[in-house]
C-alpha cells in the first residue's frame, strides 16, 4: 500500500484513538451517527437474489459493515477497506456487539487497503459507501473514480459525510462545539491532537453543490442528498449507470 506523507498522518492518528474511537463517537454526535449510518443502510439498492455486493471503503471499525449485516439480508459479501490497521484489527472484534458478532462475520471482511486505489475488479459491487471518511482522503476525486470503476452498471455510491450547514446561525454552534467541546472531551478521553484535526477535516471538504459537480463529472447520475442538522451531515446518493 502506497500512502502519501498527509495519509500516513491520518493512518497514525486513527492506529492512535482505534481503542476508543467507537465509544467517543456515539458519544460525540449523542448517537446521531447510528441514526444516519442506518439512513444509509436503507438506502442500499434492493438485491432480489441475496446476493448483493457492498464495498465499505474508509471502514474503520466496520459501523457501516455492521448495520448493513444487521439490516439487509440481500447483501451477502460486505467488504471493508482501510488504511489503518488498528481501526480494522478493532472492527474484527468488536466486543460491544458480542455473540451476534460472529453471525455478522461471515458476511463481513476487512483488508488494509486505501480508497485510491481499491484491490477490487472493475465492476464487481452493487454498491459502495464511504462515512465520514472521504474528508480524510488524500486524493478524493482518485477515490471517487476508484468507487465508479469498482461498480457495477446500475451499482451505487453513499456517501455519508459532514457539510458545511446553509444555516449561519447552525455553522457557528457547530464551529463552537468543534473548535471547544469535541477537542475537550476527546482530549479527555483519548487523544486531543486527533480531536482538534476534526474540524480542519470538515472545513477541508469543498460545498455540497461542488461535490455533486465533481460526482457529475465521474459519470454519477441520479445525484439526490438527504440532510440532518441543518446540511451539516449530508447523505449523497448517485448510480452508475
Ligand atoms: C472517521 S473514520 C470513519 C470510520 C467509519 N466509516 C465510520 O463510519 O465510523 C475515518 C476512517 O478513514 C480512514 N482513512 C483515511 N484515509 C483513508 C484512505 N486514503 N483510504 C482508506 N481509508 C482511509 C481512517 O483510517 C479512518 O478509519
Not at 459502495?128 to 477515490?143: H, K, M, P, S, Y
Not at 474540524?199 to 445525484?223: C, D, H, K, W, Y
Request: some cysteine.
Amino acid at each position: 500500500m502506497r500512502l502519501s506523507e498527509k495519509s500516513k498522518n491520518v493512518q497514525d492518528m486513527f492506529d492512535k484513538i482505534a481503542d476508543r474511537y467507537d465509544l467517543l463517537n456515539r458519544l460525540l454526535s449523542a448517537r446521531q451517527d447510528v441514526r444516519w449510518r442506518k439512513a444509509l443502510a436503507q438506502k442500499l439498492p434492493a438485491q432480489a437474489d441475496r446476493q448483493g455486493v457492498l464495498y465499505d471503503v474508509a471502514c474503520g471499525t466496520g459501523d457501516v459493515m455492521l448495520t448493513v449485516a444487521k439490516l439487509r439480508a440481500d447483501y451477502a459479501q460486505i467488504r471493508g477497506f482501510d488504511i489503518s490497521f488498528e481501526m480494522l484489527r478493532k472492527g474484527e472484534s468488536r466486543p460491544d456487539l458480542g455473540k451476534w458478532i460472529r453471525k455478522a462475520n461471515a458476511r463481513c471482511s476487512f483488508t488494509q487497503a486505501s480508497a485510491e486505489a481499491l484491490p477490487a475488479e472493475p465492476a464487481s459491487a452493487h454498491a459502495v459507501t464511504i462515512a465520514f471518511g472521504l474528508r480524510n482522503v488524500d486524493n478524493r476525486e482518485q477515490a471517487l473514480r476508484e468507487m465508479f470503476r469498482v461498480l457495477k452498471p446500475g451499482g451505487r455510491v453513499l456517501v455519508l459525510e459532514f457539510f458545511q450547514p446553509h444555516s449561519t446561525l447552525f455553522a457557528k454552534a457547530f464551529d463552537f462545539y468543534f473548535t471547544n467541546v469535541l477537542p475537550k472531551v476527546g482530549g479527555l478521553i483519548s487523544d486531543r491532537a486527533a480531536y482538534q484535526y476534526l474540524p480542519a477535516s470538515v472545513g477541508s471538504m469543498p460545498s455540497a453543490e461542488a461535490f455533486a459537480q465533481t460526482l457529475r463529472e465521474i459519470g454519477f447520475i441520479n445525484i439526490t442528498q438527504q440532510m440532518w442538522l441543518s446540511g451539516a451531515t449530508r447523505l449523497f446518493v448517485a448510480d452508475k449507470p
